[in-house]
């Protein structure tokens, strides 16, 4: 099984990913390519989560005219992590990866949730920025709608971002339509 997302609205490219069975948990291993506001870059990135859906460590390459970058992400106990081996109290307490450059990683918080329609949680995230590597907190937050047909819907809100969409997802939990961000393909 692969997944694929176009690029829209932010940046124009295309994401693919791989999923595998590893070590009781989940191997996924992605490509993103863009093009944004005159710079191309690409990110490859292998992320190994749990059985339950919580980010255990990822790793992730930038290529862009900024040169080529590397960052390890690795959980750290319970809720903690190190970037790079060092410890960074400031994503303490996330338990997912989002990757700026990827669609896909939306579906970590989705099903490591299980949300009813109906029901909402906050779902802080360690957000890695695009060319750079930066590590930052994400605040984000989703609220299960009624779901339309297979599909399950959200309602997602980032706070620092001022961006609000609602998200479609199959019935894996991966996104179809992340408005102004990315549509699924395959």
Same mark, same amino acid.
Request: aromatic share 10%.
């Given at each position: 099984?692969?997944?694929?997302?176009?690029?829209?609205?932010?940046?124009?490219?295309?994401?693919?990913?791989?999923?595998?069975?590893?070590?009781?948990?989940?191997?996924?291993?992605?490509?993103?390519?863009?093009?944004?506001?005159?710079?191309?870059?690409?990110?490859?990135?292998?992320?190994?989560?749990?059985?339950?859906?919580?980010?255990?460590?990822?790793?992730?390459?930038?290529?862009?005219?900024?040169?080529?970058?590397?960052?390890?992400? @690795?959980?750290?106990?319970?809720?903690?992590?190190?970037?790079?081996?060092?410890?960074?109290?400031?994503?303490?307490?996330?338990?997912?990866?989002?990757?700026?450059?990827?669609?896909?990683?939306?579906?970590?918080?989705?099903?490591?949730?299980?949300?009813?329609?109906?029901?909402?949680?906050?779902?802080?995230? @360690?957000?890695?920025?695009?060319?750079?590597?930066?590590?930052?907190?994400?605040?984000?937050?989703?609220?299960?709608?009624?779901?339309?047909?297979?599909?399950?819907?959200?309602?997602?809100?980032?706070?620092?971002?001022?961006?609000?969409?609602?998200?479609?997802?199959?019935?894996?939990?991966?996104?179809?339509?992340?408005?102004?961000? @990315?549509?699924?393909?395959?």
């Amino acid at each position: 099984m692969s997944a694929a997302w176009r690029h829209v609205g932010a940046r124009e490219g295309f994401e693919v990913v791989f999923p595998s069975d590893e070590q009781g948990g989940l191997r996924f291993d992605g490509h993103s390519t863009g093009v944004e506001q005159g710079q191309a870059w690409n990110v490859r990135y292998s992320i190994l989560l749990d059985g339950d859906w919580r980010t255990l460590r990822a790793r992730v390459v930038s290529r862009s005219a900024m040169g080529t970058r590397e960052l390890e992400l @690795a959980r750290d106990g319970a809720a903690g992590w190190r970037v790079n081996r060092a410890p960074a109290p400031h994503v303490e307490g996330c338990l997912d990866v989002d990757l700026e450059a990827s669609a896909f990683t939306n579906a970590f918080p989705v099903r490591r949730l299980g949300l009813g329609p109906g029901e909402s949680a906050d779902a802080p995230a @360690a957000y890695v920025r695009v060319p750079d590597l930066r590590v930052e907190r994400l605040d984000q937050s989703y609220r299960r709608l009624e779901d339309d047909g297979t599909r399950s819907r959200y309602d997602y809100a980032s706070r620092q971002f001022e961006f609000e969409a609602l998200l479609v997802y199959d019935e894996h939990g991966f996104v179809l339509d992340y408005p102004g961000i @990315a549509v699924r393909v395959l």
